[in-house]
Nanobody, 114 residues
Framework: QVQLVESGGGLVEPGGSLRLSCAAS????????VNWYRQAPGQQREFVAR???????DYRDSVRGRFTISRDNAKNTAYLQMNSLKPEDTAVYYC????????WGQGTQVTVSS
């Protein structure tokens, strides 16, 4: 019954910005950490950022200082603000919440290219 829907992806030039959203339903959203992962073609899915239920954050080294994860519990939504985007950030981005199991959204494509 838990569902996650990502949105906000698209095509952006290097140095540009995007804000991804992860809307949750069927879960007591405020109780759980939210994770963002990404997967480039032919590559393994990799951790990007997480935010705990008490707003502790963590980032992979390559995005720290450029990306910001946040959440709005009143809207049951988490966000990933991505600034200073690079071509290496191109991937499908997925939201994940762990309740009794890992729940994934469908993903949203981010393409950084001139």
């Amino acid at each position: 019954q838990v569902q996650l829907v990502e949105s906000g992806g698209g095509l952006v030039e290097p140095g540009g910005s995007l804000r991804l959203s992860c809307a949750a339903s069927g879960v007591r959203f405020s109780e759980y950490a939210v994770n963002w992962y990404r997967q480039a073609p032919g590559q393994q899915r990799e951790f990007v950022a997480r935010i705990s239920n008490f707003d502790r954050t963590d980032y992979r080294d390559s995005v720290r200082g450029r990306f910001t994860i946040s959440r709005d519990n009143a809207k049951n939504t988490a966000y990933l603000q991505m600034n200073s985007l690079k071509p290496e950030d191109t991937a499908v981005y997925y939201c994940c919440i762990t309740t009794t199991t890992n729940v994934w959204g469908q993903g949203t494509q981010v393409t950084v290219s001139s």
